[in-house]
C-alpha cells in the first residue's frame, strides 16, 4: 500500500509561483493532476520512479517543473506564473511500476491518490 502525503498549496497572487510536495515510498512512478470545480481532473505533470523522464500538460509547460529526491521519498511540483483559472485541488498520484524510465500521464494508470491540496490563485 502506497501512502501519499501532499503539502504545499495555499492561496497566492497571479502571477506568483507556489510549490507542492508529495510524500510516497516505494517504487513508483508519479504523477500530479488538478481538479477545479465542476470540471473533471486533469493531468498536470508526470515523472518516472529514476526522475530521468518527465511530462507536463500544455497548459503548464515552460512554467511548471516536476522533480523528485527518492532518497526523501518526495515528489515535487514547481510551478510559476499562476493564474486564476489554476485554481484547483491538486493531487498526487503514484503508480508501482517496475521501469524505472517511464512516466504515466493517464489518470486511470494509478493506483494511488493523495487527499488533495487546494491551490487558489486571485487574481
Known amino acids: 500500500q502506497v501512502q501519499l502525503v501532499e503539502s504545499g498549496g495555499g492561496l497566492v497572487q497571479a502571477g506568483g509561483s507556489l510549490r507542492l510536495s508529495c510524500a510516497a515510498s516505494?517504487?513508483?512512478?508519479m504523477g500530479w493532476f488538478r481538479q477545479a470545480p465542476g470540471k473533471a481532473r486533469e493531468f498536470v505533470a508526470a515523472?518516472?520512479?529514476?526522475?530521468?523522464?518527465?511530462a507536463y500538460a500544455y497548459s503548464v509547460e515552460g512554467r511548471s517543473t516536476i522533480s523528485r529526491n527518492n532518497a526523501k521519498n518526495t515528489v515535487y511540483l514547481q510551478m510559476n506564473s499562476l493564474n486564476a483559472e489554476e485554481t484547483a485541488v491538486y493531487y498526487c498520484?503514484?503508480?508501482?511500476?517496475?521501469?524505472?524510465?517511464?512516466?504515466?500521464?493517464?489518470?486511470?494508470?494509478?493506483?494511488?491518490w493523495g487527499q488533495g491540496t487546494q491551490v487558489t490563485v486571485s487574481s
Open positions: 498520484a503514484a503508480k508501482d511500476t517496475t521501469f524505472s524510465d517511464t512516466y504515466f500521464h493517464r489518470r486511470g494508470e494509478y493506483g494511488f
Open positions: 515523472i518516472s520512479w529514476s526522475g530521468n523522464n518527465a
Open positions: 516505494g517504487r513508483v512512478a
